[in-house]
């Protein structure tokens, strides 16, 4: 089975924050986020939704689509979170 590399942005539950991310395990990853297992900005702001995320075959593509985001306007983060997710739904039930 070929390895998967996830791009994602997170938010808090009134969606003023937004965190972007890259890793080899979204499910897991996210439930780090949401149970604040890992202190820092996550925790501390109370991300905890996944609002959005992105599939990549080469971990390398995933990093520079990483930087793209958080490099970014948080209107065209909030942009592309729209196009995919228009509702905001917490996607992690879905993975």
């Not at 390895?3 to 539950?13: C, E, G, H, W």
């Not at 149970?35 to 109370?46: I, L, R």
């Not at 228009?86 to 879905?94: A, H, M, S, T, V």
Request: cysteine-free; proline content about 4%.
């Amino acid at each position: 089975m070929k390895r998967q590399y996830f791009v994602y942005i997170m938010t808090n539950p009134r969606n003023t924050v937004l965190y972007t991310g890259v890793t080899g395990d979204l499910k897991r990853r996210v439930w780090e986020h949401k149970t604040k297992a890992v202190p820092g900005f996550t925790a501390k702001y109370n991300v905890v939704k996944l609002v959005y995320f992105e599939v990549f075959d080469d971990p390398e593509e995933a990093i520079l689509r990483e930087k793209k985001i958080k490099g970014g306007s948080r209107a065209k983060k909030i942009a592309l979170i729209n196009s995919f997710n228009p509702q905001w739904r917490d996607l992690y039930e879905e993975l």
